[in-house]
């Protein structure tokens, strides 16, 4: 609260209270970014998370020091972390999307699995590298379409809605490829995930520009105020005239967009797909999205800390696996991580409402 | 021990403030045991508060209540349960699925070891069933498959299960039909004969007369009044205790508007099964249009249907010639249609998000340039509005929640500025708004008039609807039932009307 603000009210007269006006624009003019406002809270948020990340690293320099003195090994280390971030990145830079649009997508695995299935599949691979790309995209798209319709103009809870999903697309998977795995003959595709561009791998560049895309998606384009906007106050949005229904199933259809990338990067990266593959990415997509301050409420929730999310989260994996450590330690670790991180996004918001308390009273 | 007649509860000075809003300012009242006391007073008038602070939902700012001769406070309703008071509210709290016993017991289960005695817990409710008079419903019956009614029998139950010694009834009948009323009536003579003080709310006088002992007048946070004879104290003595006004409304001079005004809106043949039949009505540009009703009388319903936030059953919308599909608040904006919803925090505002962007909510489409979005262009429009609205803290970067109700108000309405809205239509304009903020939001529903922007305004406040509006609509249970210039009518006239006959249709006052 400004100085002036609290003389306008005091003297709690109907309106003409000329002078004091230009001293307080003056004052209010300086947090234009800054802090006190939403953006800082993210921007705080996400430098919270980095520390997390630097203190991961450390960590992991402390136990294997001899590994860290390698520098071409650091290097490298660093760029698999990066690697095995980026196909569960893009899944989550669409959950993102949904989540601040007010909803949850628990189908993205399953798609991601069909999507890969059906893109190997003997006809499909006749086709060439564009046609196994295109046939993804669009089986993806269409699968997450068929969650945003039923969510929408069915009003299906979306929890229940994408379980289903979950269930059905994995079966059709497996009946698609008779529950065995789908070798690609495709050079192209197989060449992805072994590709490199000045010494990074071309995976990593795809998490890049589907994340740059979302957010500026997200930041600067009238479909992610609407998402905001949904996710936010979905009464509000209608009453202003956002045509809500379209949008929430538009949102369903980007998270299927970003499944069908995750399915050509995996199906690149394992040169095959199978109805079992992504496994429980839709565990790891929303974990992220909440670890990196996505509000599971909606109306919340920014691409940069999804994306430190997924990092740190690879970061872990990494850290167990450099530490020759079990899958079974550190999925405990990662569900420690999972309810830490909701924990300090509720105690945050208790913290708001007390504020807002006393400043009533 | 109190025997009847006693004062079981008395409130000396309550004052209870909210942030803008003064909701109780010096009430008195005293409650006697075996009596039916009612309150009565306008919306507004603070009735809904003082409920709230004598169930333990709210804690009063100052003043006593005494509660059989003793000062207390209740830090929460289980606490006023326990001491014997117990609140059965318009929208009955009930969990639906589960059983009228389990309903009745909720909270204070006949326990043993840990588990709850079934068999005792539905012996127990059977008899108080039979001592409403109500033993047919059964006990094991699921709540949600009982009528209106019989829920709020169950509710009673619950206050009995109590051992409740006051009952407070906000708006009982409002649930009811026309005999059911009477079994309602019978109940609460059967109860007040026990010894059982009944605090009952309505808006109908004829019901107070019916059934009320003694009145309490509440105006504006308040009591005008107190014991007063519910049978004997004249009608218009009640509603001048209702009306006679302390809040000074400032209505700023009208500029004339223009004789020749084309019509804007036109409704027609509107219905909507169970909220409002039949309504036809038009605004022409510049003109302000009032509705005046009270709070169910289908008018915050009416409003969101010609919006098209509710799908009309039968009826049209036609703004400027033109049908508007109905159900598609899509088209009613793009038609020039805003609408300020009842309801600011729930309905209208991102409360997180910063001001400008909730100013622009409905434009940003507009602003934007081939989807990019302009966080400039929409400041820069949102700050000139802001500057119009005097809206402070004016940094409009600052989130909504931060803003007093008034000025929140203030860019609900503003949101419809910045766009080429040419029907505005408002629900409660003024609600939870301070003295100072509701005169500018007066000067700019006139000065939007003067624009030619036509306004459909709703209000709970007569003074209201009839200093602002040119013409005045007066709906009652889902009609409009009289439509004036807002001339020939007086403030009393109109809580004439919109109170007025409703259930017992022909009964004298």
Not at chain 1, 48 to 60: D, K, N
Not at chain 1, 89 to 114: K, P
Request: proline content about 3%.
């Amino acid at each position: 609260m400004t100085l002036s603000d609290g003389t306008g009210t005091a003297a709690g007269l109907p309106a003409q209270s000329p002078p004091v006006e230009p001293a307080q624009t003056g004052a209010a003019k300086s947090p234009r970014i800054g802090w006190g406002g939403e953006n800082s809270e993210n921007t705080i948020r996400n430098l919270v998370l980095v520390g997390v990340l630097v203190v991961l690293i450390a960590i992991g320099a402390f136990t294997q020091p001899q590994l860290y003195s390698d520098s071409t090994w650091v290097w490298n280390n660093i760029l698999s972390i990066l690697q095995l971030a980026s196909v569960i990145g893009v899944v989550t830079v669409g959950m993102t999307f949904v989540i601040i649009g007010g909803g949850i997508d628990l189908s993205v695995g399953a798609i991601v699995a069909l999507a890969g299935v059906w893109a190997t599949t003997v006809a499909t691979q006749s086709y060439g590298a564009g046609g196994m790309i295109f046939t993804a995209i669009v089986v993806a798209v269409a699968v997450g379409l068929i969650n945003g319709v039923l969510i929408s103009y069915g009003k299906l809870v979306p929890f229940i809605a994408t379980l289903a999903m979950l269930v059905a697309a994995r079966g059709l998977a497996a009946e698609i490829s008779d529950k065995q795995t789908q070798i690609s003959d495709s050079a192209f595709i197989n060449g992805i995930a072994a590709g490199k561009l000045l010494g990074i791998p071309l995976l990593v560049y795809i998490l890049a520009v589907v994340a740059t895309i979302g957010w500026v998606l997200l930041n600067r384009t009238t479909f992610g105020r609407r998402t905001i906007a949904v996710g936010g106050n979905v009464e509000a949005a209608r009453l202003a005239g956002i045509n809500v229904k379209r949008h929430t199933m538009l949102l369903y259809g980007l998270s299927g967009l970003c499944c069908g990338i995750a399915a050509i990067m995996l199906t690149s990266q394992g040169t095959s797909a199978q109805a079992a593959m992504a496994n429980l990415y839709e565990l790891d997509a929303i974990a992220a999205a909440i670890i990196g301050g996505t509000l599971l409420s909606g109306g919340r929730g920014t691409i940069v800390g999804s994306m430190l999310g997924v990092i740190i989260f690879a970061t872990i994996t990494n850290l167990f696996a450099i530490n020759g450590l079990s899958t079974e330690a550190q999925n405990m670790v990662k569900g420690g991580i999972i309810i830490a991180a909701v924990l300090v996004q509720q105690f945050r918001f208790k913290a708001v409402t007390r504020f807002l308390h006393r400043n009533k009273t | 021990m109190t025997g009847p007649g006693d004062v079981v509860l008395r409130l000396t000075d309550v004052v209870k403030t909210f942030p803008g809003v003064r909701a109780l300012d010096g009430v008195q009242l005293e409650v006697r045991a075996g009596e039916v006391h009612c309150l009565l007073g306008q919306n507004g008038a603070g009735k809904s508060t003082l409920i709230k602070v004598l169930s333990g939902l709210h804690r009063p700012d100052s003043g006593t209540v005494e509660w059989l001769g003793q000062p207390v406070t209740f830090s929460n309703p289980q606490a006023a349960m326990k001491a014997g008071i117990a609140t059965i509210y318009q929208e009955l709290d009930l969990v639906e699925d589960l059983t009228v016993a389990e309903n009745v017991f909720l909270g204070h289960e006949p326990k043993v070891a840990g588990f709850v005695r079934r068999r005792a817990m539905v012996a127990r409710t059977t008899g108080i069933l039979g001592r409403l008079g109500h033993g047919e419903i059964p006990p094991r019956r699921a709540v949600h498959r009982l009528q209106a009614a019989g829920k709020q029998i169950v509710s009673m139950a619950r206050a009995l299960s109590h051992e409740a010694r006051l009952l407070i009834m906000d708006e009982p009948s409002a649930v009811l039909a026309h005999d059911e009323v009477e079994n309602l009536f019978r109940i609460i003579r059967e109860l007040t004969a026990q010894g059982i003080a009944v605090v009952y709310i309505s808006h109908r006088l004829e019901e107070i007369r019916t059934i009320g002992d003694r009145v309490t007048v509440l105006k504006d946070g308040r009591t005008t009044a107190a014991d007063l004879s519910a049978a004997e104290t004249p009608t218009s003595e009640l509603v001048s205790r209702m009306t006679g006004r302390t809040i000074e409304y400032v209505f700023p001079p009208r500029v004339a508007a223009p004789a020749e005004r084309a019509e804007l809106l036109a409704v027609d043949g509107l219905s909507r099964a169970g909220e409002f039949t039949d309504v036809s009505l038009t605004v022409a540009a510049g003109e302000i249009v009032g509705i005046a009703g009270l709070v169910g009388s289908g008018r915050s319903e009416l409003l969101e249907t010609i919006y098209g936030a509710r799908r009309a059953d039968t009826g049209t919308v036609t703004v400027a010639g033109r049908r508007l599909p109905p159900g598609n608040v899509g088209a009613a904006v793009r038609a020039g249609l805003g609408m300020a919803p009842e309801e600011r925090k729930s309905q209208a505002l991102l409360l997180g998000e910063p001001i400008y962007r909730n100013m622009t909510l409905s434009t940003f489409t507009r602003i934007a340039r081939l989807g990019f979005t302009s966080a400039r262009r929409e400041r820069d429009e949102a700050d000139r509005v802001a500057r119009s609205l005097d809206l402070r803290p004016s940094d409009v970067g600052r989130p909504v929640r931060t803003l007093s109700g008034g000025n929140q108000q203030k860019v609900v309405v503003g949101r419809w500025l910045l766009g080429d809205t040419r029907l505005l239509l408002l629900d409660e304009p003024t609600r939870g708004v301070d003295v100072g903020a509701r005169a500018e939001l007066y000067r700019v529903i006139h000065r939007l008039a003067a624009e030619g922007v036509g306004v459909l305004l709703v209000s709970s406040e007569v003074p209201e609807v009839l200093g602002l509006a040119d013409r005045v609509l007066v709906m009652r249970e889902g009609r409009l039932i009289r439509t004036a210039s807002a001339g020939e009518l007086d403030e009393d006239t109109v809580l004439d009307l919109v109170m007025a006959g409703s259930l017992m249709e022909g009964t004298p006052i």
